[in-house]
């Protein structure tokens, strides 16, 4: 069967509608899709800006708790001291002198072991917990040798004994370093030495350090190498800095 005839149209042509040109159905697409970019981007920066908001209220929401519980706890600095002095052994040589018996004091050569006995006392409510900690033994500003103290944590309102050995195996001075210790340990018998050290340590409130503070630890010592002992100590502290 034949399909119908079309209808002429008023112009005279004949068949369908003809479609829009391309350029115009792009140029209003265009203007749909640069808005729903345009749309997406706001929205991803408002979240953004929503999330950074949220974060910087809890931070400084936790923030004002610790600080809250630290006006109410009160903390105290740490107390970290030297107890004892056990000198175990002390000897002065010149590896250089043919004559062992008879001090060279232009090559004198020290050697030392000393424990030490500190006590660590916390006053607080609350925990503490120490950082590592060095010790030096020092003459006449020369250092010596060194004794390292592990971490350790300290329970609120108690007190703890920390040991620490320094041995110095033969450490040559300088010429007149080595005039003054021959000098010192054969006419006086009295060798001065001094103890320097930092002491870090953190309040430990809610399972939260605090801020670490620092005690600087000066001792003075004086040992006898006849009695092979302790004559006196005289310790302070250089201050408490954060």
């Given at each position: 069967m034949p399909p119908p005839p079309s209808r002429p149209s008023l112009n005279g042509d004949i068949g369908h509608h003809r479609p829009p040109p391309v350029a115009q159905t792009v140029r209003h697409?265009?203007?749909?899709?640069?808005?729903?970019?345009?749309?997406?981007?706001?929205?991803?920066?408002?979240?953004?800006?929503?999330?950074f908001l949220l974060f910087a209220f809890l931070a400084l929401l936790v923030l004002a708790v610790v600080l809250?519980?630290?006006?109410?706890?009160?903390?105290?600095?740490?107390?970290?001291?030297?107890?004892?002095?056990?000198?175990?052994?002390?000897?002065?040589?010149?590896?250089?002198?043919?004559?062992?018996?008879?001090?060279?004091?232009?090559?004198?050569?020290?050697?030392l072991t000393i424990r030490m006995l500190f006590t660590a006392g916390n006053p607080n409510k609350v925990g503490i917990r120490y950082g590592e900690s060095s010790f030096t033994v020092m003459y006449k500003g020369i250092p010596l040798g060194r004794a390292t103290v592990p971490g350790f944590y300290q329970?609120?309102?108690?007190?703890?004994?920390?040991?620490?050995?320094?041995?110095?195996?033969?450490?040559?001075?300088?010429?007149?370093?080595?005039?003054?210790?021959?000098?010192?340990?054969?006419l006086n018998d009295?060798?001065?030495?001094?103890?320097?050290?930092?002491?870090?340590?953190?309040?430990?409130?809610?399972?939260?350090?605090?801020?670490?503070?620092?005690?600087?630890?000066?001792?003075g010592l004086g040992i006898s190498p006849r009695k092979q002992a302790l004559i006196y100590k005289q310790c302070g502290f250089d201050g408490l800095s954060v």
């Open positions: 697409q265009q203007p749909y899709y640069r808005s729903y970019s345009s749309s997406s981007s706001a929205s991803l920066k408002g979240c953004c800006c929503c999330l809250i519980v630290i006006l109410a706890v009160k903390p105290k600095k740490p107390q970290f001291d030297l107890q004892q002095v056990a000198v175990v052994y002390m000897g002065i040589s010149s590896p250089n002198n043919p004559n062992p018996s008879v001090l060279d004091p232009t090559s004198a050569s020290i050697s329970d609120a309102h108690s007190t703890r004994n920390v040991e620490a050995t320094i041995a110095v195996d033969r450490v040559n001075l300088m010429q007149a370093h080595a005039a003054d210790l021959v000098r010192d340990a054969s009295r060798v001065e030495l001094t103890v320097r050290g930092d002491v870090s340590a953190k309040i430990r409130v809610m399972n939260i350090d605090s801020p670490g503070v620092q005690v600087s630890v000066n001792c």
